[in-house]
Antibody, heavy 117, light 110 residues
Framework: QVQLQESGPGLVKPSGTLSLTCAVS?????????WSWVRQPPGMALEWIGK???????NYNPSLKSRVTMSVDKSMNHFSLQLSSVTAADTAVYYC??????????WGQGTLVTVSS | QSALTQPASVSGSPGQSITISCTGT?????????VSWYQQHPGKAPKLMIY???NRPSGVSDRFSGSKSGNTASLTISGLQAEDEADYYC??????????FGGGTKLTVL
């Protein structure tokens, strides 16, 4: 049973960089699956941020592409998200997920990141 | 990146059936058989209910079913139960190897 756990600061200052890590357990990040980040602003809908393969190949949401960087650390079995130049609009619960052939079958519990000074 | 279109809310009485629609374009829902549906209870992570338009993961009740016609996918819940009250989201592969979610539908069991 794959388990995902997000970690990172819960508070980020405006114009700063949001950094989160997702630890994968119960499975290898080097499997044939992709790994995605999804976010959900309070009271709003889910939004796909992007995905990464263990090779480092990425695909990002075009609306966020200029600010997003994803990376993978196979030795630690985790992957990471960086979102730069954040504003209050980036306040959301951030989920990491396993992207298995175009659907998300495993999700982390989510972590709330608030952008505020 | 525009989201897929879902009704904001639907409701039904216990035992009834309801259907939630998810409308996209030929670049996503209509052009690929990669539509999935998620159930989200308040304060919880989404849960996969349907994948590849009409397939149910192991452990998901057969009261949940999915279909697609043209640019619109649908999730049907039959024999509505109180525990089905939640938010539901559709998702689709979109050309260019990206993904897109719907705006979400709040299901109320009366």
């Amino acid at each position: 049973q794959v388990q995902l756990q997000e970690s990172g600061p819960g508070l980020v200052k405006p114009s700063g960089t949001l950094s989160l890590t997702c630890a994968v357990s119960g499975g290898s990040i080097s499997s044939t699956d992709w790994w995605s980040w999804v976010r959900q602003p309070p009271g709003m809908a889910l939004e796909w941020i992007g995905k990464i393969y263990h090779s480092g190949t990425t695909n990002y949401n075009p609306s966020l592409k200029s600010r997003v960087t994803m990376s993978v650390d196979k030795s630690m079995n985790h992957f990471s998200l960086q979102l730069s130049s954040v504003t209050a609009a980036d306040t959301a619960v951030y989920y990491c997920t396993r992207d298995s052939s175009n659907y998300y079958d495993y999700w982390g519990q989510g972590t709330l990141v608030t952008v505020s000074s | 990146q525009s989201a897929l279109t879902q009704p904001a809310s639907v409701s039904g009485s216990p035992g009834q059936s309801i259907t939630i629609s998810c409308t996209g374009t030929s670049s996503d829902v209509g052009g690929h058989n990669s539509v999935s549906w998620y159930q989200q209870h308040p304060g919880k992570a989404p849960k996969l209910m349907i994948y590849d338009v009409s397939n149910r993961p192991s452990g998901v009740s057969d009261r949940f079913s999915g279909s697609k016609s043209g640019n619109t996918a649908s999730l049907t819940i039959s024999g509505l139960q109180a525990e089905d009250e939640a938010d539901y989201y559709c998702s689709s592969y979109r050309s260019g190897s990206t993904r897109v979610f719907g705006g979400g539908t709040k299901l109320t069991v009366l």
